[in-house]
């Protein structure tokens, strides 16, 4: 079936824009979740989102970034007043609860490279 | 707040020759850790968990609550097994960690 996606694959910006990326989870997850990797680092935990729950906004940089995400599908990251150090690749992942309402295994996009010039 | 330490940024190592993947973690609670990896070109892609307890490619990894780590091994690497590998952490809330990753390079 469908993996997770995201759109736009790239994205070149200009500093102070706002640039918003789309994640499409794989259907029937009910967990969400956005990182930012910046070049040669790891994964930084931006967003959470279970099912009904109030996300877990505790890994957002600064009030510049916001993320929704409509019932159990897409989601969408917004960046306003984009800076130099927001360029970064962003990855989406998605998945089931596990068990005890742990999550599970997570499934990855492709992400999007975001440059900010 | 949970943590993720993996310490070597790279590693690299002869085609044959065993190789461990160091990860140790910090959190209170009852940790779900994962390890995940990153072929060239393609997505990070899970490898294996800790409540499988399962051997995945040859890779096999064990919680260790007491030294709160949980490295991963193969006794015999191939040069197939060149990647990024990250070492993750889920909390009993979902809020997920990883590590800054590791390059395992093979070398034939």
């Known amino acids: 079936g469908a993996g997770v996606s995201q759109s736009p694959s790239n994205k070149v910006t200009e500093k102070g824009k706002d640039v918003e990326l789309r994640c499409d989870p794989i259907s029937g997850h009910t967990a969400l979740y956005w990182y930012r990797q910046r070049l040669g680092q790891g994964l930084e935990f931006l967003i959470y989102?279970?099912?009904?729950?109030?996300?877990?906004k505790s890994g957002l940089p600064s009030d510049r970034f916001s993320a929704e995400r409509t019932g159990e599908s897409v989601s969408t990251l917004t960046i306003q007043r984009t800076q130099q150090e927001d360029s970064a690749v962003y990855l989406c992942?998605?998945?089931?609860?596990?068990?005890?309402?742990?999550?599970?295994?997570?499934?990855f996009g492709p992400g999007t490279r975001l440059t900010v010039l | 707040a949970q943590r993720v330490t993996q310490p070597e940024k790279l590693l690299s190592v002869f085609k044959g020759a065993p190789v461990e993947l160091k990860c140790n973690y910090s959190y209170s609670g009852s940790p779900e850790l994962f390890w995940y990896v990153q072929y060239s070109r393609q997505r990070l892609q899970l490898l294996l968990r800790h409540i499988s307890r399962e051997s995945i490619k040859g890779f096999t990894a064990d919680l260790n609550k007491g030294e709160t780590s949980f490295h991963l091994k193969k006794p015999f690497a191939q040069e197939e097994d060149s990647a990024m590998y990250y070492c993750a952490l889920v909390t009993n809330a979902g809020k997920s960690t990883f590590g800054d990753g590791t390059t395992l390079t093979v070398k034939p």
């Open positions: 992942a998605s998945s089931l609860a596990g068990t005890s309402g742990r999550v599970g295994t997570q499934y």
């Open positions: 989102f279970q099912g009904n729950s109030a996300p877990d």
